[in-house]
């Protein structure tokens, strides 16, 4: 039995979603970087000689996906989806240690606004992109 394609939202309907996914996707994006940043200076008890190994260890993947994040690519908010899962995780597992219990609710909820938003931004960009070519 052949499937009929369903149809594309209006580029109206698009544009503000658009912008407010990768509104929501940015802040998240920043916000779970300064929350790594803010608990391994201030919180984490590092020793000196591992402070920037660790705080490095936990930001490159975020620095990686950050300048295709600013430029609003749809593929970089796809990949972000799958490495933010990494923090979901970390924020889990900290969040069943009574002494970091506030830091991974707070970790796992913003990983999980940055997964929602940046899977929305990828769908609807690409939606968006199929509609200016052209496609019903």
Known sequence: MARTAK???SLD???PRLAIS???SLASFFALAALLLAWNLMFAELPDS???VVTSFQLAPLLLLAPGLLLGNARAHAWTCF???LYFIQGVLAAF???KAWFGWLETLLSFSLFCAALMYTRWSFQYARKLAGEH
């Open 7 to 9: 149809p594309l939202p």
């Open 13 to 15: 309907w698009l544009k």
């Open 22 to 24: 990768r509104a929501a």
């Open 50 to 52: 591992l402070f920037w």
């Open 83 to 85: 490495v933010v899962n």
């Open 97 to 99: 240690d009574p002494a």
